[in-house]
């Protein structure tokens, strides 16, 4: 037996020597290691979501979630690097690899503002994976260390994740991303502080103390002073607020927290105020004075022509559509955003905008508009919904908030919860938009028993020709229009400079006039445009996805995570060609299966329950914090239970069981409670994930028991591969929600965790029964 294996063996062999140090492999696992190392984990997931809130504001989402995935791919890369020279795992080394973690996250941080008006392409890339560089070179240290513990190890570092997803909230809440980024810079650094005061020989104390310091003075004197603070006027992005800047615009609010940076702007033209979401999709907050020239704004129109009395609005914004609603004298108005910090500005400005979400008949709540409107079953005149986007980052990457909005099933519940007069009026960007809304709305209609010519009955579109660009409004009746409103809207269009698109049985162009007339299918439009205009779905709800296929900003990331793994692999094999016996040589795909099925059942289980729950940031909140504490405590029980000598079947086939029963029962759990109280829409999230939860904290701890066997090297092995699979996971699970949607990333887990039960199966015919299988390598 090698000093690699040694290191893996029971705590009851005698002291021996660890890395200089007479200690004992259980040194690793000791209590104090353990909170060190769930301190460390708690700051590693606060900086990657900070980072995801800081790096949106100053860059757009496809390019935050294509830096932070080649990022994170660090980690795997760390514990690579101690597979390749196993000196570097050795035990005094961690304190070290931890300090160095947190204090490389502050230069990230601040190099980040400071660098965010230059074009850093990959520079950028390359800071911000320092951090993670450290943490793979911390986590595969440890946990070669003391391999056989790898389920309390595992336990406290999923713990301690769960935790730090649980803080998220409240802690970007009360600091914002930047200073919230920064202190999570400090935990990670206060990690190394406990961790070498849980090691012998007290290796480290000087530079975690020093990386702690520096952490909390950066904090503190930003929190006092705010030296450190992003230019928005000067984004390299050319975010449309750098425009609203120009010219001697002003920021007069900012409120930052877990959703976005919202930034109130008073434009340099003297325009009305705007609010603006990560410094962009910027919404109008409508002055009480001298405000005529609103009276041209398309958005008026369904209110001025069909004077409705119960009015819902979704995503209000800077609170232009409840003054719409206001001049049409609506008697009720419930409007629903997203972002708190929109109703909070327009709340703290009421005497320039007059007030406008504390009139009596205005109700504004803080959530998901179509959860709302699911639950309350209420019928409205009007439902009104004005370019609705965020453009906020988040951890999935594309599956952005504004999405879920503009799908069939969201058409459906519209249209069912309209009067039978009633019309849902959309204020759109462009053609492109249009024609996949009205394709959509058409779609809904559909579901009805109508045929395409008679849902097109049901629709009117209208445009604004000195929009920049033209600016599209649909117009969708619950009932057929009649040639009678038809021209009583188009005498007003005329009359305030708008143009009709279309007036079903009046006014037509190709290829809506085709439609009509029976010549051509909706399905042959679709099939033929250049772009996709298909409707979009819950499962598939990438509305301002036009791309066919994988979009261009996804393939380079896709290409650079080929190289990876084929490089990977050769490594791999040149590593396993020496590993007794032959069957443990497949250890890393047993690894590689595990970690594309976590991050996939991740990535789709947020996506699933996020209209359940409402608010997204409360679906991502919740989903990481149950899968990371419940996998934690799976892990413990894990190592308790189970003593097998071989990598564990029956954990990893639980797995896939419990996740095709969370796939076939969850659409009836979410349909039965739906209208129910948020807190017991909560604890039926909670309950339903727990056990696969807990089933999916077993399989990796228990496969490095096996892997420590083997000796070190194959520990870092595995957290170097599992490292690298599920950052391919995150992208590719993208790339095939896009293609297949959502559904389709949870049965691509499933099948990963029966790969890595049949990886498992296969070799417990050789490692079954064997306490300490050879191997030619793997030494510390």
Avoid at 306 to 318: A, D, K, S, Y
């Amino acid at each position: 037996m090698d000093d690699g294996q040694m290191a893996a063996a029971s705590d009851a062999l005698p002291p021996r020597s660890v890395d200089g140090l007479r200690t004992r492999p259980r040194v690793a696992a000791s209590p104090g290691v353990l909170v060190a190392l769930g301190l460390f984990s708690s700051g590693g997931i606060l900086l990657e979501l900070a980072l995801t809130r800081l790096l949106s504001t100053l860059y757009y989402p496809p390019y935050v979630f294509g830096v932070l995935s080649l990022a994170v791919l660090g980690i795997g890369l760390g514990a690579a690097g101690v597979a390749w020279r196993p000196a570097w795992g050795r035990l005094r080394h961690v304190p070290r690899y931890m300090a160095l973690a947190g204090l490389s996250a502050l230069g990230v941080v601040a190099l980040s503002v400071w660098t965010a008006g230059l074009s850093l392409g990959f520079v950028l890339v390359g800071l911000v994976a320092l951090p993670y560089i450290w943490m793979g070179l911390a986590l595969a240290s440890l946990f070669a260390a003391a391999s056989e513990a790898s389920p309390r190890l595992y336990l406290a570092d999923l713990a301690g994740a769960g935790l730090g997803a649980l803080l998220l909230v409240p802690t970007l809440n009360a600091l914002g991303a930047l200073n919230g980024a920064l202190l999570a810079a400090g935990v990670l650094t206060a990690a190394a502080w406990w961790m070498a005061g849980g090691l012998p020989g007290g290796h480290g104390v000087r530079l975690a103390t020093a990386g702690l310091a520096t952490a909390l003075l950066l904090v503190g004197s930003n929190l006092a002073m705010g030296w450190l603070r992003p230019d928005m006027a000067s984004l390299g992005s050319g975010k449309p607020i750098v425009e609203g800047l120009a010219g001697g615009g002003r920021i007069v609010a900012t409120v930052w927290d877990a959703f976005a940076r919202t930034d109130l702007v008073a434009p340099g033209d003297g325009g009305p105020y705007r609010l603006y979401l990560d410094g962009a999709a910027p919404s109008v907050m409508p002055p009480a004075k001298d405000n005529d020239y609103l009276w041209s704004d398309i958005g008026l129109f369904p209110f001025a022509t069909e004077q409705p009395e119960r009015v819902f609005i979704i995503g209000p914004g800077g609170g232009l559509d409840i003054w719409f609603g206001l001049q049409s004298q609506a008697r009720e108005m419930v409007a629903v955003e997203v972002n708190p910090a929109s109703v909070t500005l327009v709340n703290r400005f009421a005497a320039y905008n007059g007030d406008l979400y504390r009139r009596p008949s205005v109700r504004v709540l803080v959530d998901e508009g179509r959860s709302v409107l699911r639950r309350e079953a209420t019928r409205y005149d009007l439902i009104f919904l004005s370019q609705v986007v965020t453009l906020a980052a988040e951890r999935t990457g594309y599956a952005l908030v504004e999405n879920s909005t503009y799908t069939l099933e969201a058409f459906t519940d519209y249209l069912a919860h309209l009067e039978p007069d009633g019309q849902l009026a959309i204020k759109l960007y462009d053609e492109l938009t249009l024609s996949r809304a009205l394709i959509t709305a058409v779609a809904a209609l559909e579901q009805e028993g109508l045929t395409e010519r008679q849902a097109l009955g049901h629709i009117a579109v209208f445009l604004d020709p000195d929009g920049e660009p033209p600016i599209p409004l649909l117009l969708v009746r619950r009932s057929p229009f009649t040639r009678q409103q038809l021209s009583a809207l188009t005498a007003v269009a005329r009359q305030v400079g708008f143009l009709p698109l279309y007036l079903p049985q009046i006014y037509a162009e190709a290829p809506l006039l085709q439609v009509e007339a029976g010549v051509v299918t909706f399905d042959q439009l679709v099939a033929a445009a250049e772009s996709d205009i298909s409707p979009t779905t819950d499962d598939r709800p990438f509305f301002y996805q036009f791309e066919r296929g994988v979009p261009r900003g996804l393939r380079p990331l896709l290409w650079i995570l080929g190289f990876v793994l084929a490089v990977g692999a050769v490594g791999v094999g040149v590593i396993q060609r020496r590993v007794r016996p032959r069957a443990a040589r497949w250890l890393p795909g047993y690894f590689a299966a595990v970690g594309l099925g976590f991050m996939a059942l991740e990535v789709a289980l947020i996506q699933q329950t996020r209209l359940f729950l409402g608010h997204p940031t409360l679906a991502v909140t919740a989903v990481l914090g149950v899968l990371l504490m419940g996998g934690g405590l799976g892990s413990g029980l894990a190592g308790r239970w189970w003593r097998g000598d071989s990598l564990p079947v029956l954990p990893v086939l639980g797995v896939a069981v419990a996740g095709l029963a969370w796939l076939l029962g969850w659409p009836w759990l979410s349909r039965t409670f739906f209208q129910a109280d948020l807190g017991v829409r909560l604890g039926v999230v909670v309950m339903a994930l727990l056990p696969l939860a807990l089933l999916m904290g077993m399989p990796f701890p228990l496969g490095l028991r096996v892997a420590g066997r083997l000796g070190r090297s194959q520990v870092a092995l595995a957290w170097a591969v599992n490292g690298v699979l599920t950052v391919v996971a995150s992208v590719g699970g993208v790339a095939l929600a896009l293609r297949t949607g959502f559904t389709g990333v949870l049965w691509a887990a499933l099948v990963a965790y029966l790969l890595a039960a049949a990886t498992a199966w296969y070799t417990a015919r050789v490692t079954r029964g064997t306490s300490c299988p050879t191997a030619k390598q793997g030494g510390a």
